[in-house]
């Protein structure tokens, strides 16, 4: 090989390596640790904006946070996380006689950990098959 085409291959070399360099770096994947509260406070919320009296129906709701589970998903590196905030929700009606109805069930949100974003993002459930 000619000194021009030795110099030539090492030029090329170089370019790659710092165009390689530039590429973007992938988003760090937080800990359980950093994860777990931003859920928790995701669960704070909907309890608070759920628990509003509404005047026009008279129904009260009580939600209480049964759990909040934070699992890794290996191999993802863009949603690292998945987390489920599970609810017990108590309703209580009053009709026009003022008798009390009382109805109690469990709900269940599941979320998706965005490394990108940094936060939870609500996952909606599969529809039923028809």
């Known amino acids: 090989m000619t000194r021009h085409g030795t110099a030539g291959v090492l030029a090329l070399l170089a370019a790659l390596v710092g165009v390689a360099a530039c590429r973007p770096k992938a988003p760090d994947v937080p800990g359980?640790?950093?994860?777990?509260?931003?859920?928790?406070?995701?669960?704070?919320g909907l309890k608070a904006e759920n628990e509003k009296l509404d005047p026009i129906?008279?129904?009260?709701?009580?939600?209480?946070?049964?759990?909040?589970d934070v699992n890794e998903r290996p191999g993802d590196p863009d949603q690292p996380w998945a987390g489920t905030i599970r609810?017990?929700?108590q309703s209580m009606m009053r009709d026009e006689q003022g008798v009390?109805?009382?109805?109690?069930?469990?709900?269940?949100?599941?979320y998706l950990f965005s490394a990108a974003l940094g936060r939870w993002i609500f996952q909606l459930p599969p529809s039923p098959a028809p």
Do not use: C, N, S
Not at 58 to 67: H, L, M
Not at 100 to 110: C, G, N, P, W
């Open 32 to 44: 359980r640790e950093t994860v777990t509260p931003l859920l928790r406070h995701e669960a704070e």
């Open 57 to 68: 129906l008279r129904v009260k709701a009580t939600w209480t946070i049964e759990g909040v």
């Open 87 to 89: 609810f017990r929700i």
């Open 100 to 110: 009390v109805t009382t109805d109690e069930f469990e709900r269940r949100f599941d």
